[in-house]
């Protein structure tokens, strides 16, 4: 802790313009389905989207993920499969109006987009005790969605849309890519050039679900027992 | 699904400067334990770092979360306390020179930041059913480290450092907190004005572990069993 050399420098300040620039990718970025081009994606423009992915915090700088990009149609086809088996389940789950409401929903861009990236979790990375995941073992697990987040923001910013689709038997992706069993698929990305883009999320604009307002999701102190988002559920 | 006023539109393209800015931001963010100054936060300056994160993706717009701004001096020193607890578990739990170095480190600082946030997650929000969270019960979780992720990067960009405090008792957070069963905390925050930051990870800067090359995390279509990085652990 002595050490001279190790130490803070100047904190790097941003202007009003760049804050904005921020702010514009932040709410511009959205979770596409539809709208991937299947004009392949420079590999420098890539390297820059996995580069500011690898820049997220890690809990105990654990680094624990990895990105296998699948471009392979075939192995796309088989893991759109494995999508279509778990939406029939995840179909069946919900009730009549709604039922038939999820039908109607593109959920996924597996086979549209150019490019698929499976962002994993190796949990055994860093030896058996990792510095602050002693006491919450799914630290990793975060570690690695904030990777997932810097990913979309910077595809964002380069013209890319990004999709995170979630629907899937964890088993079949794990034999779909050969993981070991220390490894585990946080996210798996559709990725690809778009033109167009939903101005707001495509589940708030076709009346899925509303969006919450933020004055009643901030608390003070503690938790409000009463808070008026409980009501929406 | 064929509604003409359900559509895309335009996609909004970032220049090169607005793509710089975000690049700028990702790699100048930190997890920052020591270099909070006392100033508060100004309440807009505040406002816009929440909005960033309440403009995160969530499964099935679930939103799940909730921001509870903990200014409250005595609050903060409970908190401290089960964070203290905490970590001589965890010191013990290393062996020989890595715990005299993990004993040397500074891990938290919910004293010196004037604001803690702890950003939670309401596991029964949005009904029994959640869309894309159908095989994933811990979609939900992952959709609020996305929000914690695009706040930590807007509190960046406005001059703010942020850190993230993982070394709790899960039970201890929920009793200081007041939260129901169905709550549980994501991400314990501490955030202040910082005029001094780490310019690479600093636990990278005080050699407790290395950066992992990018190239060594890239594997194409499926799990290369060979790859280097395991060799790191």
């Keep these: 802790m002595s050490d001279p050399?190790?130490?803070?420098?100047?904190?790097?300040?941003f202007t009003p313009?760049?804050?904005?620039?921020?702010?514009?990718?932040?709410?511009?970025?959205?979770?596409?389905?539809?709208?991937?081009?299947?004009?392949p994606i420079a590999p420098d423009m890539l390297r820059r989207v996995l580069e500011a992915a690898h820049a997220a915090p890690s809990v105990g700088f654990m680094q624990p993920w990895n990105f296998i990009l699948i471009r392979n149609a075939a192995r796309r086809q088989a893991v759109h499969a494995a999508f279509a088996e778990a939406n029939a389940e995840?179909?069946?789950?919900?009730?009549?109006?709604?039922?038939?409401?999820?039908?109607?929903?593109?959920?996924?861009?597996?086979?549209?987009?150019?490019?698929?990236?499976?962002?994993?979790?190796?949990?055994?990375?860093g030896g058996k005790v990792v510095l602050g995941r002693t006491h919450?073992?799914?630290?990793?697990?975060?570690?690695?969605?904030?990777?997932?987040?810097?990913?979309?923001?910077?595809?964002?910013?380069?013209?890319?849309?990004?999709?995170?689709?979630?629907?899937?038997?964890?088993?079949?992706?794990?034999?779909l890519l050969s993981l070991p069993d220390t490894v585990e698929v946080v996210a798996y990305l559709c990725v690809g050039h778009i033109d167009e883009c939903f101005t707001q999320p495509e589940l708030q604009a076709r009346g899925w679900r509303h969006k919450l307002s933020l004055d009643d999701l901030i608390?003070?102190?503690?938790?409000?027992?009463?808070?008026?988002?409980?009501?929406?559920?």
């Design 90 to 125: 995840a179909q069946a789950m919900f009730d009549g109006e709604k039922r038939n409401k999820y039908a109607g929903l593109k959920l996924e861009g597996i086979l549209k987009s150019p490019l698929n990236i499976a962002v994993t979790c190796d949990r055994s990375r």
């Design 17 to 39: 313009a760049e804050r904005r620039a921020l702010y514009d990718v932040i709410n511009a970025r959205r979770d596409v389905r539809n709208e991937f081009l299947p004009d």
């Design 219 to 233: 608390m003070d102190d503690h938790w409000q027992s009463n808070a008026p988002v409980e009501r929406d559920v």
């Design 136 to 175: 919450n073992r799914d630290m990793d697990l975060y570690s690695t969605v904030c990777a997932v987040q810097n990913l979309w923001l910077a595809a964002r910013a380069e013209g890319l849309g990004v999709g995170w689709v979630s629907i899937f038997r964890q088993e079949d992706l794990r034999g």
């Design 5 to 13: 050399l190790i130490a803070p420098e100047r904190a790097r300040q």
